[in-house]
């Protein structure tokens, strides 16, 4: 018996569309890369889309062009991918890491607002929508979300939300909330482009800048508007840009996996549903809290969280899973226990408390489109065996 922690369906049109672009002879981005920016930026209902080649890419690009810059504060959760901090470091400004909810490993606006309060100059604020469930962004119920909050003490916010497609509440999708918002197609994420990534905005000078910044800095448009000789070789170079953009390959596969990522979020949904069920009422672990209506959620993850009451190690229990031939994986080894923030910064575990709770006992079980109904019994199973409980 062998579970795989993540397994990728590539069997629609993905091998068609790709053969058009090996025929079409033009392997670079072009057509299929704009054709994918113009699908995906109305499934989730943004003004722009710039496909990159990675979620990382995105995020520098996006931080680049809400003008972070060397010294800079930009918040960020501890409980995330290095990426999310990283993009920061590039710019030569500096994270300031947050702790997070325990139940949904989420940025909540009063987690925020305090960190507004204590630091007086942040610059920007990097939300992570952890597993695909999105973070309380606008006002809810007459609560004031990260949004308003944010918009009240004059930070741009960035969506890390490599987790969130497609994610929505009510029927506002990830996507069309923040300043900027970032999604990743890497191999293991809701849709995959083999590596690749989509950045959206609302801001039509954010999207010029990207645009620029993800092409060498180059700026046909500026060169147009001075010159009508319409010479397509001349070109004019206005920074020092980056080689981000995503080619006509990815792309293709790309709106090929766009076209069923519904269907994928339906089958993922079911996993959570059956985990819910058959896990529900054990002492020593922790289920994911939903805390919308669970069509909202991407269900990208399903991290479960062995408690206080376990008598188990994290470790020990991933070992015993993996000796069934049950895949697993760990989101995450938080930042601030990475040897490079932790000393730059010289962080001290005792600040992030709900992050270390969370981390000494996380365990992402297997989710995804295609996982039958037997194997999930037999994920379930194990757990329950490993664990001692019937
Ligand atoms: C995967 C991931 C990224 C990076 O995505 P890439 O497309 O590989 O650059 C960033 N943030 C989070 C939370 C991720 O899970």
């Given at each position: 018996?062998?579970?795989?922690?993540?397994?990728?369906?590539?069997?629609?049109?993905?091998?068609?569309?790709?053969?058009?672009?090996?025929?079409?002879?033009?392997?670079?981005?072009?057509?299929?890369?704009?054709?994918?920016?113009?699908?995906?930026?109305?499934?989730?209902?943004?003004?722009?889309?710039?496909?990159?080649?990675?979620?990382?890419?995105?995020?520098?690009?996006?931080?680049?062009?809400?003008?972070?810059?060397?010294?800079?504060?930009?918040?960020?959760?501890?409980?995330?991918?290095?990426?999310?901090?990283?993009?920061?470091?590039?710019?030569?400004?500096?994270?300031?890491?947050?702790?997070?909810?325990?139940?949904?490993?989420l940025l909540t606006?009063?987690?925020?607002?305090?960190?507004?309060?204590?630091?007086?100059?942040?610059?920007?604020?990097?939300v992570v929508h952890?597993?695909?469930q999105v973070a309380a962004m606008?006002?809810?119920?007459?609560?004031?979300?990260i949004?308003?909050?944010?918009?009240?003490?004059?930070?741009?916010?960035?969506?890390?939300?490599?987790?969130?497609?497609?994610?929505?509440?009510?029927?506002?999708?990830?996507?069309?909330?923040?300043?900027?918002?970032?999604?990743?197609?890497?191999?293991?994420?809701?849709?995959?482009?083999?590596?690749?990534?989509?950045?959206?905005?609302?801001?039509?000078?954010?999207?010029?800048?990207?645009?620029?910044?993800?092409?060498?800095?180059?700026?046909?448009?500026?060169?147009?508007?001075?010159?009508?000789?319409?010479?397509?070789?001349?070109?004019?170079?206005?920074?020092?840009?980056?080689?981000?953009?995503?080619?006509?390959?990815?792309?293709?596969?790309?709106?090929?996996?766009?076209?069923?990522?519904?269907?994928?979020?339906?089958?993922?949904?079911?996993?959570?549903?059956?985990?819910?069920?058959?896990?529900?009422?054990?002492?020593?672990?922790?289920?994911?809290?939903?805390?919308?209506?669970?069509?909202?959620?991407?269900?990208?993850?399903?991290?479960?969280?062995?408690?206080?009451?376990?008598?188990?190690?994290?470790?020990?229990?991933?070992?015993?899973?993996?000796?069934?031939?049950?895949?697993?994986?760990?989101?995450?080894?938080?930042?601030?226990?990475?040897?490079?923030?932790?000393?730059?910064?010289?962080?001290?575990?005792?600040?992030?408390?709900?992050?270390?709770?969370?981390?000494?006992?996380?365990?992402?079980?297997?989710?995804?489109?295609?996982?039958?109904?037997?194997?999930?019994?037999?994920?379930?199973?194990?757990?329950?065996?490993?664990?001692?409980?019937?």
């Open positions: 018996m062998n579970i795989p922690f993540s397994k990728v369906d590539c069997s629609g049109l993905e091998r068609e569309l790709v053969s058009e672009v090996l025929e079409s002879g033009w392997l670079t981005t072009a057509s299929k890369a704009q054709q994918f920016e113009k699908q995906f930026r109305k499934t989730v209902g943004a003004s722009y889309a710039c496909a990159v080649n990675s979620c990382t890419a995105g995020l520098h690009l996006g931080l680049e062009a809400l003008g972070v810059g060397p010294g800079d504060q930009v918040l960020v959760p501890s409980m995330t991918f290095t990426s999310s901090a990283e993009v920061i470091r590039y710019l030569g400004a500096d994270p300031i890491f947050l702790d997070v909810d325990y139940e949904t490993r606006p009063k987690i925020v607002e305090e960190a507004l309060l204590n630091h007086s100059s942040i610059k920007a604020l990097v952890f597993g695909g606008p006002d809810i119920e007459g609560k004031e979300g949004l308003s909050i944010c918009k009240r003490y004059g930070v741009k916010i960035i969506e890390d939300a490599a987790h969130a497609f497609p994610s929505r509440i009510g029927d506002r999708y990830v996507g069309s909330y923040g300043d900027v918002t970032c999604f990743s197609f890497y191999a293991n994420k809701t849709i995959t482009t083999g590596e690749g990534g989509m950045l959206l905005t609302e801001d039509e000078e954010i999207f010029k800048r990207v645009k620029t910044m993800r092409l060498h800095g180059i700026n046909r448009d500026i060169w147009d508007r001075f010159t009508d000789t319409n010479s397509s070789w001349e070109y004019d170079v206005i920074a020092p840009g980056y080689k981000y953009n995503m080619p006509d390959i990815n792309a293709a596969i790309g709106i090929a996996q766009l076209a069923r990522a519904h269907e994928f979020r339906e089958g993922r949904q079911k996993c959570a549903d059956y985990y819910d069920q058959a896990l529900e009422g054990i002492e020593c672990i922790d289920l994911p809290l939903c805390l919308r209506e669970r069509e909202g959620h991407s269900w990208h993850l399903y991290p479960i969280v062995l408690n206080e009451k376990s008598f188990m190690s994290r470790n020990c229990f991933i070992e015993r899973l993996k000796e069934r031939g049950v895949g697993n994986s760990v989101h995450y080894k938080p930042l601030h226990r990475m040897t490079y923030y932790r000393d730059y910064y010289n962080l001290k575990s005792q600040d992030f408390p709900n992050t270390e709770r969370i981390w000494k006992g996380t365990v992402s079980l297997p989710i995804y489109f295609g996982l039958s109904d037997w194997e999930l019994e037999f994920v379930a199973h194990a757990v329950r065996e490993v664990l001692g409980v019937n």
